[in-house]
């Protein structure tokens, strides 16, 4: 993202610390994450340490500081999910993608994501691939799911 669209963002939020979570939601709407450049620029502009900034862009799990896949995978590995297999079938998927929980892929098309619960326990296990909720999943279920994402 070009610096002076991050000083636009933050301009139109009069430079106010309260907003500084409504900032970065933003400039991150424009790249997909937040790159050390734009959390300098934004501590800089505003006037703010940036550890503060990083504090903030670290907490919530909403925020990335590494780029992101096209097509967002989460897993989920709550309770209801786990019992019924997902631990063995994160370990697959993560393999099938050749990627670590947290990681986005090689050539950039899958980030992949594990949470304890997806509030979707009747279904379980539940992958939802961007936004789109797969109840009762197998292994095999998706990596199918994910090929056709793939294509």
């Known amino acids: 993202m070009e610096l002076s669209m991050v000083d636009s963002i933050i301009d139109e939020y009069n430079q106010k610390t309260w907003a500084l979570i409504s900032i970065l939601q933003d400039i991150q709407k424009h790249d997909g994450y937040l790159s050390q450049d734009v959390?300098?620029?934004?501590?800089?502009?505003?006037?703010?340490?940036?550890?503060?900034?990083?504090?903030?862009?670290?907490?919530?799990?909403?925020?990335?500081?590494?780029?992101?896949?096209?097509h967002s995978v989460t897993m989920c590995a709550g309770t209801a999910c786990h019992v019924r297999g997902s631990g063995k079938m994160v370990k697959e998927i993560a393999g099938f993608l050749s990627v670590e929980p947290g990681g986005t892929t090689e050539d950039g098309e899958f980030t992949l994501n594990v949470v304890n619960c997806l509030g979707a326990c009747a279904i379980g296990p539940v992958v939802v691939v961007d936004g789109k909720y797969y109840g009762k999943m197998t292994a095999h279920k998706a990596k199918t799911v994910l090929a056709e994402y793939r294509s």
Do not use: C, E, H, W
């Open 39 to 70: 959390l300098r620029r934004v501590a800089a502009r505003m006037d703010i340490p940036l550890t503060q900034v990083y504090g903030v862009a670290t907490f919530f799990k909403s925020l990335n500081l590494t780029p992101r896949g096209r």
